[in-house]
T-cell receptor, first 115, second 108 residues
Framework: DAGVIQSPRHEVTEMGQEVTLRCKPI?????LFWYRQTMMRGLELLIY????????DSGMPEDRFSAKMPNASFSTLKIQPSEPRDSAVYFC?????????????FGQGTRLTVV | ELKVEQNPLFLSMQEGKNYTIYCNYS?????LYWYRQDPGKSLESLFV?????AVKQEGRLMASLDTKARLSTLHITAAVHDLSATYFC????????FGKGTRLHILP
């Protein structure tokens, strides 16, 4: 397996624009996590899915953020409208940790800059 | 609510020295992970600790877990410059929560 695949790797957008981040988890993993990393706040869990169903979105900062997982091999995180304070690295991770007691595997991240 | 606290958050040390990073967490869990992150890179798994008393070692790094104390440690033996990175612990209950990380800088 190629691991967790995120796209794009870098995104620069203007304030007010819509941004969509994409994630392809490792095949067979039933958990998918979206994290945001900043210097000030560290690595924050935004939302996670189990079997494509959102379980906990309490970390989503505002209604401007939304996430979907239409099938087991694809998830999106959307920010609309984007603001400069959304600038961060967004990581997607997948795991089957409850079944196999393994860890979460991370994608390479998307570095988002909102100007 | 699950909380994970690491200390120290920053550590600058000389090569050849030993040191320990501590990870405390707030709820019962028997799954604890250690990750490494290099600047500008993603997170790489180092250790998976699954039971009380678990100890794992890889090279100069050794991790342990005490579920009764809700404490894990990452011990660095005879540090070398290549170990400079940020180290995260993470705890799993119904989700996986990370500590804020320990930025380790090893001076030659």
């Amino acid at each position: 397996d190629a691991g967790v695949i995120q796209s794009p790797r870098h995104e620069v957008t203007e304030m007010g624009q819509e941004v969509t981040l994409r994630c392809k988890p490792i095949s067979g993993h039933d958990y998918l996590f979206w994290y945001r990393q900043t210097m000030m706040r560290g690595l924050e869990l935004l939302i996670y899915f189990n079997n494509n169903v959102p379980i906990d979105d309490s970390g989503m900062p505002e209604d401007r953020f939304s996430a979907k997982m239409p099938n087991a091999s694809f998830s999106t995180l959307k920010i609309q409208p984007s603001e400069p304070r959304d600038s961060a690295v967004y990581f997607c991770a997948s795991s089957d940790y409850r079944e196999t007691s393994t860890e979460a595997f991370f994608g390479q991240g998307t570095r988002l800059t909102v100007v | 609510e699950l909380k994970v606290e690491q200390n120290p958050l920053f550590l600058s040390m000389q090569e050849g020295k030993n040191y320990t990073i501590y990870c405390n967490y707030s709820t019962t869990s028997d799954r604890l992970y250690w990750y490494r992150q290099d600047p500008g890179k993603s997170l790489e798994s180092l250790f998976v600790l699954l039971s009380n008393g678990a100890v794992k070692q890889e090279g100069r790094l050794m991790a342990s877990l005490d579920t009764k104390a809700r404490l894990s440690t990452l011990h660095i033996t005879a540090a070398v410059h290549d170990l400079s990175a940020t180290y995260f612990c993470a705890v799993a209950d119904d989700k996986i929560i990370f500590g804020k990380g320990t930025r380790l800088h090893i001076l030659p």
